[in-house]
């Protein structure tokens, strides 16, 4: 049975984001994904003009003369929510934690997703497969989605993002569009990407809390890391220090993103202390300039 409390939160991100949905992403959301693959539709005889690289060859042999096949974009789209829920989601020093943002971000998307008569698929991952839902379609399968997040319970701490995109190949056989959302606090996971990559049409989303990035100066502070359990006390004062780690966050951000710029695979940076929708925006206009 599950909680009122968790019956609530799924109603109130549903009317919080029921706005976003409606007034920003519907009218694009279907011509940003436009790359999402072509399906067979039917052979008809060759004519002039008529690009030879998509002959029948089989069938041209039977018929004597050559044919064709016709292929029409995919009407229907399945979109993937890959959602990271290790340790280390549970962080934020701002207005939201790390996976609330996440499952708010999931919620427009899904919302859009299924306004748009598309199904809906999730794989909830820590450094294991914790929980898979197939696609399907409807507004009472993306709530149950939506249930999923906020009630799961993983039993995993780390994050494993070559595991995730390795599951996500073997259980999605068709193309579809995948939103790939976690922190990437993780493991080399570029050969994996690579190959999610020429299937799927990958999007990646970052989620920050600034506080990853740097410290305001309050003394010594103790830290521990939510995935390895280690603890540090860092003093704050010390500017060389703090310097330090704002260089190597600021080193993996310039990382992260020149790998996903090396593969084409377009991200969105989204951070604890702001707002998501003007990010998604960006995204979705960007998109829609490269397909119209």
């Not at 593969?263 to 990010?279: H, W």
Request: charged content about 30%; some cysteine.
């Amino acid at each position: 049975m599950i909680p009122k409390e968790i019956l609530k939160k799924v109603k109130r991100i549903e009317i919080q984001t029921r706005g976003i949905v409606n007034d920003l992403f519907t009218g694009q959301y279907h011509s940003v994904f436009k790359g999402r693959g072509m399906e067979f539709s039917e052979v008809r005889e060759y004519q002039y003009g008529d690009d030879i690289r998509t002959i029948d060859w089989n069938v041209s042999a039977r018929a004597g003369h050559p044919y064709i096949k016709v292929f029409e974009e995919e009407r229907e789209l399945t979109v993937m929510l890959l959602v990271d829920v290790s340790s280390s989601a549970d962080f934020g020093t701002f207005q939201q934690m790390k996976g609330e943002l996440a499952i708010e971000l999931c919620a427009v998307l899904a919302f859009s997703a299924t306004k748009n008569n598309d199904k809906v698929g999730l794989i909830i991952f820590t450094d294991r497969i914790e929980k898979y839902i197939p696609p399907k379609k409807g507004k009472s399968h993306v709530l149950r989605v939506l249930r999923e997040l906020l009630y799961f319970k993983p039993e995993g701490v780390k994050t494993d993002i070559n595991a995730v995109l390795e599951y996500l190949n073997r259980v999605t056989r068709k193309r579809a569009t995948v939103f790939l959302v976690s922190d990437f606090l993780s493991e080399d996971y570029k050969k994996a990407l690579q190959m999610a990559n020429k299937k799927h049409d990958i999007v990646a989303i970052t989620i920050t809390d600034p506080r990853e990035q740097s410290f305001p100066n309050v003394g010594f502070i103790e830290l521990e890391d939510a995935e390895s359990g280690e603890t540090v006390i860092i003093d704050t004062t010390d500017a060389s220090l703090m310097n330090l780690y704002s260089s190597q966050a600021e080193k993996q951000r310039v990382n992260r993103e020149k790998l996903f710029k090396s593969m084409n695979i377009d991200f969105i940076d989204v951070y604890t202390n702001k707002s998501y929708i003007d990010p998604l925006v960006k995204f979705f206009r960007k998109r829609a300039k490269r397909f119209h």
